[in-house]
C-alpha cells in the first residue's frame, strides 16, 4: 500500500479491502457507523474489547523489501526521493523501537514537507479530485439527453470494450453492427466472454451478469439503430470510412439521436461536414483498455450544439470517466504530444543514437513506462497513423520516420521479453549523429513545452490545468512531477 498503490495514482480503497489487509481492526455497517465505532473505540480504551492482530512474519520482512526496491528501480529509476525514503523507514521498523521509529519518520517529513515532490502531488491530486470532476467548458447538465439505447459500430475489440462499459454503467440496451454476421458474433461473444470473466473473479454477481447478457445484442443491420438515443463509431480510423459510416447511420436514426465518434486524431468537424444534422455529432475519444483507463476527451466539433455536448458529459460521467472538454484540433491532446514526444526520440534513433541510449534517456523522469514499450503499447501501425495525420496539419514539428513505417510494415514486436528485438532493430537505417541520454531528454522536454505552448494558444483546451489532467489520467503521467506544465515550467523548458 505504501509503495504500489502511489504508483497506480493512489486508488483509492474500499472498507472491506482495508479490513481485509489488517488495515483496519473492525469492519461496521455505515447506517450507524459513527455510533457503533465509538461504542467500539470506548470499549477499548475500557479494556472491554481486545484487539487481537496476526503475528508479524518478520522472516518475510527482507524479502519483500528487496522486490519492493526492485519495483521502485524497474519503474521509477530512482526518480522519486520520497518512496526510496519509506522502504527506508520500513526496513528499520522491522527491529526499530517505536520512540526511534516515529523519530526517523518526523526527520523524514521535515525533509520532504517542504520538497518540489510534494508540492506536484498535491497539485495533482487536486486536478483528479476536484477538476476532473468540474469539466470547464461543459454546458449545463440541463440541456442532456435522457440515453434509452446505444448504438455501437463496430464489432472489434475497442467496440466491445465500449459495448461492455455502456452496459455495466447505463444498464441500457447495446446493440453493435458490423459488415458481416461472423463479425458481429464474434464482437457479441467477445463482450459476453468478459462479463463471465467478471463473474468468475466474483467482481459481479450472476444475476446482474444475466442482466448484462440481456442488454447485448448484434446485427448486420444499422436499422437496429432506428430507436437509439446515442449512436458511437469505433471502426478503422479512415475519414471516408467514417463519413460513410455516419452517412447511412443518419439515415435510419431521429433527428435527435447523438453521434459519437472514437476517432483518435481525425477531425469531428470534416466527419460532419456532409451530415444533414452535423451538430449533433461530438468526440467521444475513450483510452485504452477501456474499462481501466479514467480519461475520456470530449471534442466539440465545429457545428456541435450545446445539447450534443451536455449529453455527451453527462453519458461520461455516468460511465466514470475523467471528461475534458477539447477542442477540434490534430489528435487533440493525449495523442498530440505523446506523438510530439515519440517523434523526438525517434528521430534521435534515426540520426544514429542507440535505442537503448534513447529508451532510457528520460528515467530521470521517472515515466511510468519507457519510450519503447510505450511505442509498442501503442502499436507502431497506430504511432506512424496518427504521426500521418499530425504531419498533414503540422509538418514542420511532425516529420514522418521512414523507420517507424519500416516497424509498422513488419509487424512484429519491437521488444520481447523487455529486450529490442535484434531482428526488427536490424530493419532500421539510421545516421551517423548520435545523441547522448541528456540530449535526448532535452530535446523531447524542448519540444513538448513548444507543443503545449502552441495547443494553448489555439486554444485546443480551457487552461493548462486540463492539459496536465489529460496527461495524468491518459497517459500516467506521475504525480511526483505534478502536471507536465507545472514541471516543464520549473525546469526552465516552459516560460
Known amino acids: 500500500m505504501i509503495i504500489q498503490n502511489p504508483l497506480m495514482q493512489n486508488k483509492m480503497l474500499k472498507p472491506a479491502q482495508a479490513a481485509e489487509m489488517g488495515i483496519a481492526d473492525i469492519l461496521l455497517e455505515p447506517a450507524d457507523f459513527l455510533e457503533r465505532s465509538l461504542e467500539w473505540a470506548a470499549g477499548v480504551v475500557r479494556g472491554e474489547v481486545t484487539v487481537t492482530r496476526p503475528e508479524i512474519d518478520r522472516d518475510m520482512w527482507d524479502g519483500v523489501l528487496f522486490f519492493a526496491r526492485k519495483t521502485l528501480d524497474d519503474r521509477l529509476h530512482g526518480a522519486v526521493p520520497s518512496a526510496y525514503r519509506a522502504l527506508d523507514l520500513l526496513a528499520l521498523a522491522k527491529d526499530a523501537s517505536f520512540a526511534d521509529g516515529t523519530a526517523a519518520e518526523d526527520e523524514a517529513l521535515a525533509d520532504l514537507a517542504l520538497s518540489d515532490e510534494l508540492r506536484s502531488g498535491l497539485y495533482a491530486f487536486d486536478l483528479v479530485q476536484r477538476r476532473a470532476k468540474r469539466p470547464a467548458g461543459a454546458p449545463s447538465p440541463a440541456l442532456a439527453r435522457d440515453i434509452t439505447k446505444v448504438g455501437l459500430v463496430g464489432a472489434g475489440l475497442m467496440a466491445g470494450q465500449i459495448a461492455l462499459l455502456f452496459a ?16 458481429v458474433d464474434k464482437g457479441v461473444a467477445y463482450v459476453q466472454g468478459e462479463i463471465d470473466k467478471l463473474v468468475s473473479k466474483g467482481r459481479l454477481a450472476e444475476g446482474k451478469a444475466a442482466k448484462l447478457r440481456g442488454l447485448i445484442s448484434g446485427s448486420v443491420d444499422k436499422g437496429a439503430f432506428a430507436d437509439a438515443d446515442l449512436v458511437v463509431e469505433a471502426v478503422f480510423e479512415d475519414l471516408a470510412v467514417k463519413k460513410q459510416v455516419w452517412a447511412e447511420v443518419e439515415k435510419v436514426v431521429s433527428p435527435e439521436a447523438v453521434l459519437a465518434t472514437n476517432t483518435s486524431s481525425l477531425s469531428i468537424s470534416a466527419q460532419a461536414a456532409d451530415l444533414e444534422h452535423p451538430e449533433r455529432l461530438v468526440g467521444f475519444h475513450f483510452f485504452n483498455p477501456v474499462a481501466v483507463m479514467p480519461l475520456l476527451e470530449i471534442i466539440r466539433g465545429e457545428h456541435t450544439d450545446d445539447a450534443t455536448l451536455a449529453t455527451a458529459f453527462a453519458v461520461g460521467k455516468a460511465l466514470k470517466k475523467s471528461c475534458v472538454l477539447v477542442k477540434d484540433a490534430p489528435a487533440f491532446v493525449v495523442n498530440r504530444l505523446l506523438t510530439r514526444f515519440l517523434g523526438e526520440i525517434f528521430a534521435a534513433v534515426d540520426e544514429g543514437t542507440p535505442l537503448d541510449v534513447a529508451n532510457e534517456a528520460l528515467d530521470p523522469l521517472g515515466l511510468p513506462m519507457r519510450p ?12 506512424y497513423h496518427v504521426g500521418g495525420v499530425l504531419h498533414g496539419a503540422f509538418p514542420d514539428r511532425f516529420p514522418v520516420s521512414e523507420n517507424l513505417r519500416r516497424l509498422a510494415e513488419a509487424g512484429k514486436p519491437l521488444l520481447v521479453d523487455n529486450e529490442v528485438d535484434q531482428e526488427v532493430a536490424a530493419l532500421l537505417e539510421v545516421g551517423d549523429k548520435p545523441s ?10 524542448d519540444a513538448l513545452a513548444v507543443e503545449i505552448r502552441l495547443m494553448l494558444d489555439e486554444g485546443v483546451v480551457a487552461e493548462a490545468a486540463d492539459i496536465d489532467l489529460c496527461l495524468i489520467l491518459g497517459a500516467g503521467w506521475p504525480f511526483h512531477l505534478g502536471g507536465i506544465t507545472p514541471y516543464l515550467k520549473r525546469t526552465g523548458y516552459l516560460s
Open 436 to 445: 547522448t541520454a541528456e540530449q535526448v531528454r532535452q530535446r523531447a522536454l
Open 372 to 383: 519503447l514499450p510505450l511505442l509498442q503499447l501503442v502499436g507502431p501501425a497506430v504511432a
Open 168 to 183: 455495466r454503467r447505463l444498464e441500457v440496451p447495446v446493440v453493435l453492427t458490423d459488415l458481416d454476421q461472423t463479425r
